[in-house]
């Protein structure tokens, strides 16, 4: 009759794993939009002339009455009242899943022994490739901003970029459709 003997994990070995499972599933979720994250501050722009406005007690703000005199000089001049940054989303090919699948496969072998070891390796190819073809995903997601004019006649349009390199108050001119420093 022969004697099993059984082989404890090393003790490195086992937070490691552990450290592993833990990162992968903080990552996915972070991924997901399962934890909440700041992406700056998201109150409109434009709140700092209506605080001043509400102090003067005045009802229009003061850089509005300012280019309310200028109305007839520059009609396609304005200021920049807020830029909104937009995430758009990247489409999955599968290559991201393929890939997680293999490493977590891999990593998910090293935990466990016997039986335990095949479900670890399971475990961790499904795994990865949840959380490969999410970071897929997230790595081939776009940027794009709407910058929101106001006009020197009051009237207000929105312009859509891939670059985000107006802030707000900013004076622009509209050339050919497209926003111009006019500083």
């Known amino acids: 009759m022969e004697m099993q003997t059984r082989k ?13 499972i833990v990162f992968s599933t903080v990552g996915i979720a972070a991924v997901m939009g399962w934890i909440p994250t700041s992406m700056g501050n998201s109150q409109e722009v434009g709140t700092a002339d209506k605080l001043s406005a509400s102090k003067t ?19 396609e001049c304005g200021v920049v009242e807020s830029v909104r940054q937009i995430e758009q989303r990247g489409e999955g090919t599968g290559l991201g899943a393929v890939g997680g699948a293999v490493v977590g496969g891999l990593l998910g072998h090293q935990v466990g022994g016997g039986r335990g070891k095949d479900a670890m390796t399971v475990v961790g190819a499904v795994g990865g490739a949840v959380a490969g073809n999410q970071i897929e995903k997230h790595v081939k997601s ?7 004019v106001r006009f020197t006649d009051g009237s207000s349009r929105v312009f859509a970029s891939s670059e ?13 459709g497209t926003l111009q420093s006019n500083a």
């Open 8 to 20: 404890s994990m090393h003790p490195l070995a086992m937070a490691t794993g552990i450290a592993v």
């Open 164 to 176: 985000g390199n107006w802030r707000s108050g900013d004076r622009v001119k509209v050339v050919n």
């Open 57 to 75: 007690g005045t009802s229009t703000p003061p850089r509005i009455a300012q280019n309310a005199a200028a109305k007839n000089k520059c009609p």
């Open 142 to 148: 776009t940027t794009a901003y709407e910058t929101t």
